[in-house]
Each structure stands twice: as C-alpha cells, then as structure tokens.
C-alpha cells in the first residue's frame, strides 16, 4: 500500500476502507468549519457515502489518475490530501485538500502538499501542478504561495457553496519553476 512518511509522527497514506470511520468521524467534527469552503458536507453524513468515496479513490490510484490521501498524524487521521484525477495528456494535476481545524497553524498542510508536489512531478510525470481554493480562504491560499505557486486566475462564481457563489483564485506551479527551486534551495545549503 502507498505510504509516504513526511516526517516523523506525520505520515501520507492511502486511504482505505477501515479508515470510513474515522474520516467520517473528522468530517462530522470539522463540519461546521470545512463547511465555509467545501460544498460537499451536507452529501457526506453517513459511511455509506465515505466508502463510496475511499473506493472511488482507490480506484483512482489503480487507473493511475493520482490519489487521495489520509493525513496521519501522531497515528490519527486528520485530513486528506491528494491529487483529483489526473489530465495525463497534458500532465496536469490539481491538489485538493482539508486539515482537521484543530491541526491547523502547525505547518502540516504545507509540509504534506510539498510531497505531493515532488511526488507529481518527480514520479508521476506531470508538468504543470494547480491548486485551486477561495479567493477568502487565506490558509488554503498561503499554502501554495509558500510553496512558490503562481497565481494565475480568479475564477468568477467557480462553486455554488450552499446559499451563495464564491471565487476562486487558480495557483499552478511549472515543472521548470519547482526544479529551478529545488536548484536554488540546494546551493542554500
């Protein structure tokens, strides 16, 4: 099973049918929070849907479209993280992820997504990485633009988020910027 250990006590994994329970379990604690940015919630209250959704996933990674991930930490999960389907003509792929509220501000998130984007480009083949959020969700936005994400579009009225349309701000990162910043990050040593 894939398993990437980001650092110790903070592993990526898979996520797999065991884990229905406890992702439900941080959905249904985190709801009130996730819900002012991801349309989904009011879908995802029972683990039929959880399931539908791990083996959807897994399904995913064994067409070799990317992956989702449970975020592991300190042995409980507390998000997910992963690539939605993969364009591999034109070797694009779009991260997508959600953080525990009670795990947040400790640098896990940026730490998680800088794997997936090696991993994008490193072994998956991709040229081009995006990750596309709120224009108001600051943390979610933070993280790719530490990470040396380009912003390059608002998308106007992108998701209906229950009673109201948002925009969202569209960041990529180029295969040639992320080598020309592992170059500079090496001769920083």
């Known amino acids: 099973m894939f398993a990437i250990e980001v650092e110790p006590g903070l592993k990526l994994a898979l996520l797999r049918r065991r884990d229905a329970h406890a992702l439900l379990a941080q959905?249904?604690?985190?709801r009130n929070y996730l819900r002012q940015w991801m349309n989904w919630l009011d879908h995802t209250r029972n683990i039929n849907v959880v399931e539908k959704f791990?083996?959807?996933a897994l399904q995913q990674f064994a067409n070799q479209l990317g992956f989702q991930s449970g975020i592991f930490y300190e042995g409980n999960l507390v998000g997910v993280v992963g690539f939605k389907p993969i364009d591999p003509v034109n070797r694009i792929g779009e991260i997508g992820y959600w953080?525990?509220?009670h795990h947040q501000r400790r640098g896990i998130m940026s730490k998680c997504?800088?794997?997936?984007?090696?991993?994008?480009?490193?072994?998956l083949g991709l040229n081009k990485i995006e990750i596309r959020c709120a224009v108001e969700n600051h943390r979610s936005r933070?993280?790719?633009?530490?990470?040396g994400f380009?912003?390059?579009a608002v998308l106007r009225q992108q998701q209906w988020l229950y009673d109201h349309f948002v925009d969202h701000t569209v960041y990529s990162i180029l295969k040639s910027e992320y080598e020309a910043l592992q170059a500079r990050s090496s001769s920083d040593v």
């Not at 959905?27 to 985190?30: A, F, G, P, R």
Request: avoid cysteine; proline fraction near 0%.
């Open 27 to 30: 959905v249904d604690e985190n």
């Open 54 to 56: 791990i083996e959807s």
């Open 99 to 101: 953080l525990s509220k």
């Open 113 to 123: 997504v800088r794997v997936l984007v090696q991993k994008g480009f490193e072994d």
């Open 142 to 147: 933070a993280v790719a633009q530490r990470l």
């Open 150 to 152: 380009v912003q390059e």
